[in-house]
């Protein structure tokens, strides 16, 4: 076989390891390779038995480098790239003093445009290669981050936010408009290309039961479509979910009873948790994404990684309410949150969170994410000494987890030597 035959330590998993032990699951090759052909992994395995296998493939050899899936950020939103770290607020006011504002300004297409193409050179910069994201209420905003992702081959996950209150007047839209628009959208891009449909509405708060009705109809007239959202983020916004939904029972139960709980279900934050929430997400299959930058940024709570063992679980940046774009420096908020609460994660089950975890939770499981034979080649290869202060230790590393852990806690996107998506290697293009 012709192709690219990428070489250098290899990183891959046969299993989840939140469900198994990770030395039983977890793949590493030394001197390991990956042959990538017409977009896809043809093969993985040992550098040299490779090399005899294909001898007519291109030969990208790494060295000592980590060849791993590209990392998958299950729950971002591009039009908040401008206002990333931004000071001082909680949730609810950091909403209405920054992210409003900022949602409103793509209106205009333009500025929807420039937040789309840097949200894309900044995710590819740092390694990512699948997004999901929130747009806005406009319809354009959707059409406009997929068109751009299509441009790339990237596969992403997105949809137009819906919200008819509790937001500024030229954010909000109605059941109908929000369910038509999404229909729209639906039709479009869902499934064309590498294009996965979400719907979308963005929380309880700011939907009314009407709207929630709606698209609960719209789901379930299309249950091939992701539903994404936020959940229980906040201790005051769960209080003022309670307000807004005297008769539901919790949370969860004002998206329930609307149609909105499903096993295609993916929702964001899902701190404040009661057992019975925690037991319907569980019986019916449905994902949550643990957005540890954020949570600490907002002051939002601390994650309990032992829903792991009981729900998919994704990994997110979930920026702009989130700092960074890396997924390495979310890995290592992941681990401190973890540690907070008593328990370490192991470098394994970190990237296995930024991977494959990811993408079970967008229902890409084993498409993305995955290093193995049939699965589209996105793939990021990482520099294991990529910062004086990170090479000085992984020099002293007695293992490879021991080598690997400084990039998760140090890295950024200077680690970040190579990025391929659908089998082709990305031009460096720095933002
Ligand atoms: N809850 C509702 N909307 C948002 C948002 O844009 N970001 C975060 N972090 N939480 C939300
Ligand atoms: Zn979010």
Same mark, same amino acid.
């Given at each position: 076989m012709t192709g690219d035959l990428l070489l250098g330590q290899t990183l891959g998993f046969t299993g989840d390891p939140f469900a198994a032990p990770w030395e039983e !699951?977890? @793949?590493h090759r030394r001197r390991g390779g990956v042959l990538v052909d017409r977009g896809r992994i043809r093969a993985v395995g040992e550098a040299d038995a490779l090399r005899a296998a294909h001898p007519q493939a291109r030969v990208h050899d790494y060295g000592q480098a980590?060849?791993?899936?590209?990392? !998958?950020?299950a729950h971002m939103h591009y039009p908040q790239t401008p206002i990333v770290a931004s000071w001082g607020k909680r949730l609810i006011d950091w909403l209405n003093g920054y992210t409003f504002p900022q949602e409103a300004r793509l209106a205009n297409p333009a500025v929807a445009g420039e937040a789309a193409e840097m949200t894309l050179d900044l995710a590819v910069a740092h390694g990512t290669t699948t997004l999901a994201s929130?747009?806005?209420? $406009?319809? $354009?905003?959707?059409?406009?981050?997929?068109?751009?992702?299509?441009?790339r081959g990237?596969? @992403? !996950?997105?949809g137009r936010t819906c919200m008819d209150r509790n937001a500024p007047g030229d954010l909000r839209d109605d059941p109908r408009s929000a369910h038509d628009e999404s229909h729209t959208l639906i039709t479009k891009w869902h499934g064309r290309g590498r294009a996965t449909y979400a719907i979308t509405p963005r929380f309880s708060p700011t939907s009314s039961p009407e709207q929630l009705e709606a698209l609960g109809a719209l789901w379930a007239a299309n249950p091939?479509?992701?539903?994404?959202? $936020?959940?229980?983020?906040q201790t005051d916004e769960v209080a003022w979910v309670r307000e807004l939904f005297p008769d539901a029972r919790d949370y969860l139960d004002t998206y329930e009873r609307y149609g909105l709980l499903g096993e295609r279900g993916v929702y964001g934050h899902a701190i404040h948790l009661e057992p019975r929430e925690i037991d319907r997400l569980a019986e019916v299959g449905a994902a949550v994404v643990h957005c540890p930058t954020s949570?600490?940024?907002?002051?939002?709570?601390?994650?309990?990684?032992?829903l792991a063992r009981r729900l998919a679980v994704g990994l997110a940046t979930d920026t702009g309410g989130g700092s960074s774009f890396s997924m390495l420096r979310t890995m290592a908020a992941a681990y401190e949150i973890a540690q907070l609460r008593g328990a370490a994660l192991h470098p394994a089950e970190l990237m296995w969170l930024a991977t494959e975890g990811s993408a079970r939770?967008? $229902?890409l499981g084993g498409v993305v994410g995955?290093?193995?034979?049939?699965?589209?080649?996105?793939l990021v290869v990482l520099d294991l000494a990529s910062t004086p202060a990170i090479a000085q230790r992984a020099a002293r590393a007695e293992s490879f987890w021991d080598m690997l852990f400084p990039t998760i806690m140090m890295g950024d996107d200077r680690a970040v030597l190579s990025v391929w998506i659908g089998g082709r290697e990305v031009e460096e293009e720095r933002p």
């Open positions: !699951v977890a @793949v980590l060849i791993s899936p590209g990392f !998958v950020d929130f747009c806005t209420i $406009h319809l $354009h905003s959707a059409d406009i981050f997929f068109e751009a992702a299509a441009a990237m596969r @992403v !996950v997105a091939t479509c992701l539903m994404q959202t $936020h959940l229980s983020e949570n600490a940024f907002i002051g939002s709570g601390l994650f309990d990684m032992g939770a967008l $229902h995955r290093l193995a034979e049939g699965a589209e080649a996105d």
